[in-house]
């Protein structure tokens, strides 16, 4: 921590802060300039709030230098954090893609999509059971049916499934089915879910919050892994701001920025970033070129009839389209991206 006094502050005021600093475990160092006094505080708590020196008297600014998370850190962990889920490997050099309905409907909803988007290349199913949306009045999910709609169909396809857990109660049931436990936007602050995921053994996708800062976000995870998971994916998943054109505004800029700062593999979710089928494969174009980890993206074999996102949920063959460009752009940032369809011909070539 470094803290710049005010030109008129005077000894007293100075040694005072030197004082404070001392009693909650700082080694303070002291330069004094020709009109200030700068002090250099290191050591400490990680959790000390800097803003109780802010408010001393002749201090002008304090700057703090260390994160408040630390297991998410890169100065913690240096080397990226690859999650394996038997052969699947998040964050290593493949881009993983993630594709799937909003919400489990039907069996034949459920059945359709998974098949054309593993035939596409993706390797992870994603859909909801449990849906947190905003009206009360609006579809909730089908509970344990879809769970195992969900589960029936990546087995059939040899996919890997990522479904969204609510609440505390829910983490049992949705852990039973799914490989990956997403924890949704609204949920991101939940600290008593995140504290129980800690103990668990699934792998957790975290999104991030829609009015989350980035170091919220990666405290959000420190919860998870202080409890002992250490397999935490991060998602973006965009962020509201004053722009309405789009349901969201996908902050880009945070894929690389998580990069700089955390270890932790980065997901892009561009349906929810835009809630606009038309802007989700350039934004997710944009992603891998990035370099995001994954991609989530929501799939509806009929999105015209589908019971939550239908807006952003792309039709098979612009996923399809989709993938092909992303094996494009990939390898020009060093990446691979499942080379080729799964089961032979794509789907809608
Ligand atoms: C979802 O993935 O369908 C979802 C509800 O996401 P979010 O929490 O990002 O809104
Ligand atoms: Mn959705």
């Known amino acids: 921590m470094m803290i710049v006094m005010q030109e008129q502050a005077s000894e007293s005021q100075i040694e005072k802060v030197v004082e404070h600093l001392g ?38 600014e304090v700057h703090r230098i260390t994160e408040p998370y630390k297991l998410a850190s890169r100065t913690f962990k240096s080397e990226r954090t690859v ?37 596409a290349g993706a390797k992870v199913l994603r859909g909801g059971a449990f849906k947190p949306r905003s009206s009360p009045y609006s579809f909730q999910g089908l509970g344990e049916q879809g769970l195992q709609m969900l589960r029936g169909a990546a087995d059939r396809h040899d996919m890997k ?12 049931l949705v852990g039973k089915y799914s490989d990956i436990l997403q924890v949704g936007a609204r949920n991101m602050q939940n600290y008593t879910l995140l504290r129980e995921l800690g103990r668990t053994a699934k792998p957790v996708l975290l999104k991030r919050g829609i009015s989350a800062t980035i170091e919220e976000w990666l405290l959000s995870a420190e919860y998870v892994l202080a409890g002992g998971n250490g397999d935490v994916m991060l998602c973006e998943r965009g962020i509201r701001t004053f722009e309405s054109y789009t349901r969201n505004t996908l902050d880009i800029s945070a894929i690389p920025v998580i990069h700089k700062l955390s270890h932790l593999p980065i997901v892009a979710d561009p349906s929810h970033g835009t809630g606009r089928r038309d802007k ?70």
Do not use: Y
């Open 23 to 60: 009693e909650q475990g700082f080694d303070v160092h002291r330069s004094t300039g020709a009109l200030r006094t700068v002090l250099g505080a290191v050591g400490g708590n990680r959790t000390f709030d800097f803003r109780l020196v802010e408010v001393m008297d002749g201090v002008s």
């Open 280 to 349: 989700v494969a350039p934004m997710a174009r944009a992603s891998v070129a990035a370099g995001a980890d994954a991609l989530i993206i929501e799939v509806h074999n009929d999105p015209e009839r589908a019971k939550s996102d239908g807006a952003q949920s792309l039709f098979p063959e612009q996923f399809d389209r989709l993938m092909t460009e992303l094996r494009i752009i990939a390898p020009a940032i060093g990446r691979s991206i499942c080379l080729e369809p799964v089961g032979g011909k794509a789907w809608g070539r």
């Open 161 to 172: 499934l990522v479904s969204e857990v609510m609440d505390v109660s829910q983490i049992e």
């Open 83 to 119: 999650i394996q889920i038997d052969d699947l490997r998040i964050g290593g050099d493949e881009v993983v893609v993630m594709a799937g309905p909003c919400s489990a409907e039907t069996e034949e909803q459920v059945e359709a999509t998974a098949s054309a988007v593993r035939r």
